[in-house]
């Protein structure tokens, strides 16, 4: 009778321990924990995000399966009952019998006559405190099933003490944004050829490129560099600017915000003719200067600045309006893709380091013949809105090597509504292939750089895999006009496919969001 009694109480105890297996199998609480390098990264499925807990609160493994009977002994046993089911627990080979447990992280003793209020709370807690590892009986991915784990179990092998890490979410804000996002994938180089004109003069001298001028009709060759200042040398922003020769209005610009202007001197025609800066005055603000000035040109060592003293003038407000102008045909998925995870981080980090209030805008364009030729969505304060509608956009169509850039550009010009007031504007243009050579192309490029230049639109090419030295000089003539600074992707990253290698000096690879962080903050503050 007294064996039965204990083949009885062996029973009970096998049917409690499924039991709770299978409520933990089943009843899980929506997140998964991956273990890497000794940190547990948290995934919670319902939004996709990712955090890693840098230092962790350490949560022992289950050190005893006593628990498991003591939370599911029933009231209806009397006291004389207990000892004997002790006794059972003792003689499964392999169970400890400490008492020992570690619920929802935190460690207690079990206790007392257990009653069918504490098999509730104590599977609950169970449920909610589970250490998910392949080694425990626990499984989390289910490879081993509750059959196994409950043979093995039976048979005596004792699960092994495990530690399982949670993170510490009071840390973990700057942590979470940077795993929220596919940060630093892209890498690419930065290079200013106004910063480096002496190298720039070199290029323009060089067999190999200088045909480059005369095949796209740009000739960025010679200019007057001016710099307006107040009285502490401070940079007056959005000033326009105009460059006069005789009476025949040469170029027009607009400071940028430290007060620099570039007035280019025959930039869409070639002429061979000597120039003399006595022929020149300047405009600024309406004002008339006569100089004396100092004009660049090729083969100077750097650019000769005309300083001008202005004391009448108000600063702008801080004010800023930055545009992404990309190329949406087949082959740009990685950049569109970098968009989609990047663009908020940049604008976030760009706006509050360099204090500088930004509206942004976003325009795709691909080629005549595809689906759509250009698509925008207009300025807005609200980053998060330009995010969502890049988030929307894909890479098709296309088909041969031009795009439609001109169009791409007047687009910008026609539909954006940049700010007149604003201290800085400035257009990311991404593409991974040229304007289309034709003659009327190439003269709304011109009229289209023109009006960047007019309205101070800081122009920065981004040049993606699949740019040729053609399309790099076209870019590179677009930057120089509008004193932006060419922007190129490297293949460092090991993303997409090969890069062309840029004709550029030394310069630090970088990845692509710290350099459009930096040049956002370095053209607005």
């Given at each position: 009778?007294?064996?039965?009694?204990?083949?009885?109480?062996?029973?009970?105890?096998?049917i409690?321990?499924?039991?709770?297996?299978?409520?933990?199998?089943?009843?899980?609480?929506?997140?998964?924990?991956?273990?890497?390098?000794?940190?547990?990264?948290?995934?919670?499925?319902?939004?996709?995000?990712?955090?890693?807990?840098?230092?962790?609160?350490?949560?022992?493994?289950?050190?005893?399966?006593?628990?498991?009977?003591?939370?599911?002994?029933?009231?209806?046993?009397?006291?004389?009952?207990?000892?004997?089911?002790?006794?059972?627990m003792?003689?499964?080979?392999?169970?400890?019998?400490?008492?020992?447990?570690?619920?929802?992280?935190?460690?207690?003793?079990?206790?007392?006559?257990?009653?069918?209020?504490?098999?509730?709370?104590?599977?609950?807690?169970?449920?909610?405190?589970?250490?998910?590892?392949?080694?425990?009986?626990?499984?989390?991915?289910?490879?081993?099933?509750?059959?196994?784990?409950?043979?093995?179990?039976?048979?005596?092998?004792?699960p092994?003490?495990?530690?399982?890490?949670?993170?510490?979410?009071?840390?973990?804000?700057?942590?979470?944004?940077?795993?929220?996002?596919?940060?630093?994938?892209?890498?690419?180089?930065?290079?200013?050829?106004?910063?480096n004109?002496?190298?720039?003069?070199?290029?323009?001298?060089?067999?190999?490129?200088?045909?480059?001028?005369?095949?796209?009709?740009?000739?960025?060759?010679?200019?007057?560099?001016?710099?307006?200042?107040?009285?502490?040398?401070?940079?007056?922003?959005?000033i326009?600017?105009?460059?006069?020769?005789?009476?025949?209005?040469e170029?027009?610009?607009?400071?940028?915000?430290?007060?620099?202007?570039?007035?280019?001197?025959?930039?869409f025609?070639?002429?061979a003719?000597?120039?003399d800066?006595?022929?020149?005055?300047?405009?600024?603000?309406g004002?008339?200067?006569?100089?004396?000035?100092?004009?660049?040109?090729?083969?100077?060592?750097?650019?000769?600045?005309?300083?001008?003293?202005?004391?009448?003038?108000?600063?702008?407000?801080?004010?800023?309006?930055?545009?992404?102008?990309?190329?949406?045909?087949?082959?740009?998925?990685?950049?569109?893709?970098?968009?989609?995870?990047?663009?908020?981080?940049?604008i976030?980090?760009?706006?509050?380091?360099?204090?500088?209030?930004?509206?942004?805008?976003?325009?795709?364009?691909?080629?005549?013949?595809?689906?759509?030729?250009?698509?925008?969505?207009?300025?807005?304060d609200?980053?998060?809105?330009?995010?969502?509608?890049?988030?929307?956009?894909?890479?098709?169509?296309?088909?041969d090597?031009?795009?439609?850039?001109?169009?791409?550009?007047?687009?910008?010009?026609?539909?954006?509504?940049?700010?007149?007031?604003?201290?800085?504007?400035?257009?990311?243009?991404?593409?991974?292939?040229?304007?289309?050579?034709?003659?009327?192309?190439?003269?709304?490029?011109?009229?289209?750089?023109?009006?960047?230049?007019?309205?101070?639109?800081?122009?920065?090419?981004?040049?993606?895999?699949?740019?040729?030295?053609?399309?790099?000089?076209?870019?590179r003539?677009?930057?120089?006009?509008?004193?932006?600074?060419?922007?190129?992707?490297?293949?460092?990253?090991?993303?997409?496919?090969?890069?062309?290698?840029?004709?550029?000096?030394?310069?630090?690879?970088?990845?692509?969001?710290?350099?459009?962080i930096?040049?956002?903050?370095?053209?607005?503050?």
């Amino acid at each position: 009778m007294k064996n039965m009694k204990y083949k009885l109480f062996v029973l009970i105890a096998v049917i409690a321990v499924a039991g709770a297996l299978l409520c933990v199998y089943f009843c899980g609480d929506g997140k998964q924990d991956k273990t890497t390098e000794g940190k547990t990264t948290e995934v919670d499925d319902s939004d996709g995000r990712t955090e890693v807990a840098e230092h962790s609160e350490e949560i022992s493994g289950f050190e005893s399966s006593a628990v498991f009977l003591s939370t599911v002994a029933s009231s209806d046993f009397s006291e004389s009952h207990s000892s004997d089911v002790e006794k059972v627990m003792k003689s499964v080979s392999g169970l400890s019998t400490t008492g020992k447990a570690v619920l929802g992280g935190r460690r207690g003793m079990v206790k007392g006559k257990a009653s069918s209020e504490s098999f509730s709370r104590g599977t609950l807690k169970l449920l909610a405190a589970r250490p998910k590892t392949s080694e425990s009986f626990i499984m989390a991915d289910g490879s081993a099933g509750i059959s196994d784990a409950l043979g093995s179990l039976l048979a005596g092998s004792s699960p092994k003490k495990r530690e399982v890490r949670t993170s510490e979410r009071s840390k973990g804000s700057e942590l979470r944004e940077r795993n929220n996002r596919k940060s630093g994938l892209l890498t690419a180089g930065e290079w200013n050829d106004l910063e480096n004109w002496k190298f720039w003069s070199g290029l323009m001298n060089d067999n190999d490129f200088y045909g480059k001028t005369d095949y796209w009709k740009f000739f960025p060759k010679s200019l007057m560099a001016v710099r307006l200042v107040d009285a502490n040398n401070v940079g007056f922003a959005n000033i326009s600017v105009e460059l006069f020769k005789g009476d025949s209005l040469e170029f027009a610009t607009k400071t940028d915000n430290a007060g620099y202007a570039y007035c280019w001197i025959n930039l869409f025609k070639e002429d061979a003719k000597d120039l003399d800066a006595k022929d020149f005055s300047l405009t600024i603000n309406g004002e008339k200067f006569k100089g004396p000035f100092k004009l660049t040109t090729k083969g100077d060592e750097k650019l000769n600045l005309n300083v001008i003293f202005k004391n009448d003038i108000k600063h702008v407000k801080n004010k800023a309006d930055v545009a992404f102008i990309v190329d949406a045909t087949g082959s740009m998925r990685d950049e569109i893709q970098f968009l989609k995870s990047d663009l908020t981080y940049i604008i976030d980090h760009a706006s509050s380091e360099s204090k500088v209030a930004l509206r942004t805008a976003a325009l795709f364009y691909r080629d005549v013949d595809d689906v759509y030729l250009t698509r925008f969505n207009d300025f807005t304060d609200d980053a998060t809105q330009t995010q969502k509608y890049v988030e929307k956009q894909d890479a098709d169509g296309g088909g041969d090597y031009p795009e439609a850039v001109h169009s791409a550009l007047e687009a910008s010009l026609q539909n954006l509504s940049w700010n007149e007031s604003a201290r800085s504007r400035i257009a990311f243009l991404i593409l991974d292939a040229p304007a289309h050579h034709e003659e009327s192309i190439i003269k709304s490029l011109q009229n289209s750089i023109a009006l960047y230049a007019k309205h101070g639109i800081k122009l920065i090419p981004v040049a993606a895999s699949g740019v040729d030295k053609d399309t790099e000089f076209m870019l590179r003539f677009f930057d120089l006009a509008t004193g932006g600074s060419y922007v190129f992707l490297t293949d460092d990253s090991g993303i997409g496919n090969s890069h062309i290698k840029a004709s550029v000096g030394d310069h630090k690879v970088e990845s692509l969001t710290d350099i459009m962080i930096r040049l956002i903050k370095k053209y607005v503050k």
